[in-house]
């Protein structure tokens, strides 16, 4: 049920007096709306039965015969697609409040204003336009990731394994965002074996060092998703290299290079992370233009992903590998301000150097906590 493209909805007014039936009409008329009257409840059905472009329905509830709940009752036992707004006298507000119960969208109270009329529909229907908008593009949504999933799948059988992981984790989409994103994370670092954890602490304190430089939401929300799926290109990569345990050949850094390019691709048309994908197109770009994989200089490397090169280094550097123990936080601040103007923009340092050591180790320990409060936490 809706209205024809290029028009506004369609609304069938329903009101045993002609005259409210005729002022209506006109003041919605004029605002736009294809409207369509019926003298009670009985017509109202017929006309429903017989068009199914209404969108809404503005019913009296006191009218002779079968009353406005009653024909409530039955379009909502038809369809739920179909917005139903009560008009009730003052008096009758317990009955407008049944009508809610029941499924009507509000309600107005006679004598009625017809500026609020007109407001009460256009909420109405503004909602409902919501309301499908965002299914449609869950369904989409989901739809795009099953397809980014497909072209994964064809690369190795291990990569569709991972892809089976990849789907399941996305099938969380209609829980949260939140949820998603960290279930996404958690696939990835259990492929990279060196770096568990490593997701989810760069993400909080990417979030840590953008407040200091005053950065907000929506915008402070996308930076702690791009930092979080930073790496989302490695499922592109083999296990032969991403877990190679001594150096890369050349040959393999060629490949183990095209990790943020294909990341940008996994993250393409998928509308809420857009805000996302600079961190993980650009991560590995260097202030003084010697990253890849486009070489960007300065400024014209995305601010999440210039706050992103500082975190990384410190969790790179705290963190225990297998290869060497954590270093203290003295060590990997001091590196820090050693590369500023090189690897680092001097005024992300900067902003850097405003967290107390204090707050790194609180978000480690709340990660851990709450991995802990999960039983995951022996993968940490």
């Not at 919605?28 to 369509?36: F, H, K, M, R, S």
């Not at 107005?108 to 909602?127: A, C, G, S």
């Not at 296990?239 to 050349?250: Q, V």
């Not at 960007?296 to 975190?311: E, H, N, T, Y």
């Amino acid at each position: 049920m809706g209205a024809r493209i290029g028009m506004k909805p369609n609304i069938l007014i329903v009101d045993d007096e002609q005259v409210i039936r005729e002022v209506l009409t006109e003041k919605l008329t004029n605002a736009g709306y294809q409207c369509v009257t019926a003298g009670n409840s009985s017509e109202a059905l017929r006309k429903l039965e017989t068009d199914n472009t209404f969108s809404l329905v503005l019913s009296d509830i006191d009218m002779p015969g079968q009353n406005g709940i009653s024909l409530l009752r039955d379009i909502k036992s038809r369809s739920n697609d179909i917005d139903v707004v009560m008009v009730t006298g003052v008096v009758d507000i317990d009955t407008a409040v049944q009508a809610i119960r029941l499924g009507a969208s509000d309600y107005i109270t006679k004598p009625f204003n017809l500026d609020e009329v007109v407001i009460t529909v256009e909420r109405t229907l503004d909602k409902r336009r919501l309301i499908r908008e965002n299914r449609e593009y869950q369904v989409s949504l989901e739809r795009k990731v099953e397809e980014r999933t497909i072209e994964v799948r064809r690369k190795s059988e291990e990569v569709e394994r991972l892809y089976r992981e990849l789907k399941i984790a996305f099938e969380q989409i209609r829980s949260t965002y939140d949820t998603t994103l960290e279930a996404l994370m958690e696939a990835l670092d259990t492929r990279d074996t060196e770096t568990q954890g490593h997701s989810r602490r760069v993400s909080e304190y990417t979030v840590s060092v953008a407040k200091r430089l005053a950065v907000q939401e929506p915008e402070l929300t996308q930076m702690k998703w791009g930092a979080l799926l930073h790496d989302v290109g490695k499922i592109g990569v083999p296990d032969a290299i991403l877990r190679k345990p001594g150096p890369l050949t050349p040959e393999e850094w060629v490949e183990m290079r095209k990790h943020p390019e294909l990341g940008r691709r996994i993250l393409a048309g998928i509308r809420f992370l857009d805000g996302a994908v600079p961190i993980v197109y650009c991560h590995q770009e260097r202030y003084d233009g010697t990253g890849y994989p486009r070489g960007l200089k300065g400024d014209q490397i995305p601010l999440g992903a210039r706050i992103f090169a500082v975190v990384d280094t410190l969790d790179a550097m705290t963190m225990n590998r297998p290869y060497r123990k954590a270093l203290p936080y003295d060590r990997a601040r001091q590196e820090v301000i050693q590369f500023a103007g090189v690897q680092f923009d001097p005024r992300v340092v900067d902003a850097f150097l405003q967290v107390p050591e204090e707050e790194w180790h609180e978000i480690n320990r709340q990660i851990k906590a709450d991995l802990a409060s999960r039983g995951m936490a022996h993968r940490y």
